[in-house]
């Protein structure tokens, strides 16, 4: 009966099952269902590399770039790995280093990088890398996060890996209400509106996905040639005179961890993470900070405190003998209020060249 009533659905409907039909006819149906689904996948892709956040400040620099050409560098064949938000990617240049000292690196810093960030990256970079050295830029132990598109910046081009994994598991539990995992594994679905601001540039121009990636020539390092001139910048003195670099902020004050000096819990947990990481490793860590307007002595106290009871380290470039030996000048040497520019980078990577090549022995 219930064949019969089927036959008769048939009949009415001109419904043939697939299973009826001749192989050939199968054969090619299959075929376009999956040429179909290919069709769809290569547009989903497209659309995800023009739509993602690639982190382009410039035709030398992008996110996209740092990571992608990291991972293409040859295994175990870099001696030193840098660490940071922006501060860091202005201001240490692979290129210059190895020139001066011969040691081979890559900056894997970026812009808001929190150390929740570095942490993860360093632990990715050692599946990959075997450093001696690897150098944080201490600014964002006074943040926690950083923000959303930050965050995608850094982990949208970690390949798919457990660390990964784990990173973006950790966001979820640390801020679920802004954070979701298929996020991160699909960003198109985060990012699908971005469309109205697209430009030709980024579609077609140096700023795609395609062109950006051909140029991973400074390994990490983003190259300023802007110049800061007339500030009120001031390092700090040996007798605490100087308490802070510069007051010129946006209300003529102090920002808070300016006059506090507090440090963030995350920050504190994931920076003796890092300390473990590369003690268990046998990695020698270096905090530094570079020269910044926004910095102060109780910053500086906090950062030596905890890089002392990691047993890291601290250099901070804000100190007046730091900023004498290297002929910093913050006008003509940074680009503005937080970054190096080239010939400020030059200074401060020539001046850090002799301590890395006594850590890396």
């Known amino acids: 009966m219930g064949d019969s009533n089927k036959m008769e659905k048939q009949e009415e409907t001109g419904e043939t099952p697939f299973s009826d039909l001749p192989k050939k006819v199968r054969r090619r149906m299959i ?6 689904a290919l069709c769809a996948l290569l547009v989903f892709l497209g659309l995800s590399m023009a739509l993602d956040l690639k982190g382009a400040e ?16 040859e295994k175990d064949s870099m001696d030193v790995l840098f660490l940071g938000s922006s501060n860091a990617y202005c201001a ?3 290129n210059e280093l190895e020139s001066r000292t011969g040691l081979s690196s890559w900056n894997l810093a970026s812009s808001q990088q929190s150390i929740f960030t570095s942490y993860y990256w360093l ?11 690897v150098v944080l830029d201490a600014y964002y132990l006074y943040f926690t ?10 982990f949208d081009f970690m390949l798919p890996t457990k660390v990964k994994q784990e990173a973006v598991h950790r966001l979820t539990l640390l801020d679920p209400d802004t954070y979701q995992a298929v996020d991160f594994a699909l960003p198109l679905l985060r990012y699908h509106t971005r469309w109205k601001e697209m430009t030709a540039e980024e579609l077609f121009g140096s700023k795609s996905l395609p062109a950006l990636l051909q140029n991973t020539s400074e390994r990490g390092y983003c190259p300023r040639t802007d110049e800061m ?27 808070d961890m300016m006059e506090t000096g507090r ?37 500086h106290e906090s950062a030596s405190a905890l890089a002392q009871e990691n047993g890291v380290p601290f250099l901070d470039l804000n100190e007046e003998n730091a900023i004498a030996a290297m002929g910093y000048d ?16 030059k200074k401060i990577t020539d001046y850090l060249a002799p301590v890395l090549v006594q850590a890396a022995q």
């Open 123 to 133: 632990r990715e970079a050692l599946s990959r890398q075997k450093p001696k050295v």
């Open 92 to 94: 240490f240049s692979p």
């Open 58 to 73: 410039s035709d030398a620099y992008s996110a996209a770039a740092v990571y992608t050409g990291f991972y293409e560098e």
């Open 145 to 154: 996060l950083g923000n959303e598109g930050s965050l995608h910046k850094a």
């Open 330 to 345: 913050y006008e003509t040497d940074a680009a503005d209020h937080l970054h190096a520019n080239e010939s400020g980078a």
């Open 263 to 299: 440090i963030t819990d995350l920050a504190r947990y994931y920076f003796g993470e890092i300390a473990d990481l590369c003690a268990k490793n046998g990695i020698r860590l270096i905090l530094v900070k570079t020269p910044i307007l926004w910095w102060s002595e109780p910053m």
């Open 31 to 36: 075929r376009r269902d999956v040429l179909f």
């Open 229 to 255: 001139g007339d500030c009120t910048y001031m390092p700090l003195s040996p007798d605490g005179s100087v308490l802070y670099t510069s007051l010129e902020t946006k209300d003529g004050q102090p920002y």
